[in-house]
């Protein structure tokens, strides 16, 4: 098991990690409508951006900056994944006018952060991880970040994605 830090503290997460080649798993998460989504619903090449809360300074920075970047890439629908309820994914994107991220909540199942590995078995909460998938469902790019509170590496994202 991986472990990761938030502020220092150590926490373990559930599942197993996914590396660069391996077949993107199924999963079903709840969209802002509470529709089920799952992997086959998706559709080109796709970034799943797993955070802890929406909410929170850091997973702000990210969302936005990544709503920033998928307005310039083409075939390329990125989705934040976090525990955050569907109604507070909602209100947090309207608020930042967010229009090219697509918010999904793992609250029902927890199926994306057990699958995926980013599941954190202390919080229940998902721990920060960057996905990217092509058009097969293979899994081109993953970063865990050791420690929650940082950002992804974005230009290795974006990079990958271009």
């Known amino acids: 098991m991986m472990k990761v830090t938030f502020q220092g503290a150590p926490l373990t997460l559930k599942g197993s990690q996914l590396k660069v080649g391996d077949k993107a798993p199924d999963f079903t998460v709840i969209d802002n409508e509470l529709n089920p989504l799952k992997l086959d619903d ?49 209100r947090w994107c309207g ?23 980013v599941y954190i078995n202390e919080l229940g909460l998902l721990s920060r991880a960057v996905f990217v998938v092509d058009e097969n469902d293979k899994v081109i790019y993953v970063e ?3 420690e929650i509170t940082e950002e992804p590496n974005y230009n290795k994202v974006l990079e990958i994605l271009r």
């Open 42 to 90: 998706t559709k080109g090449k796709r970034v799943f951006l797993s955070v802890p809360s929406i909410d929170t300074p850091v997973c702000d920075m990210e969302v936005r900056r990544f709503n920033t970047e998928a307005s310039k890439l083409n075939n390329v629908t990125v989705y934040t994944i976090s525990m955050d309820l569907p109604f507070a994914q909602a």
């Open 95 to 117: 608020t930042a006018g967010i229009e090219n991220v697509k918010t999904v909540s793992d609250y029902k199942d927890r199926e994306f952060g057990e699958n995926y590995g």
């Open 144 to 146: 865990y970040l050791e």
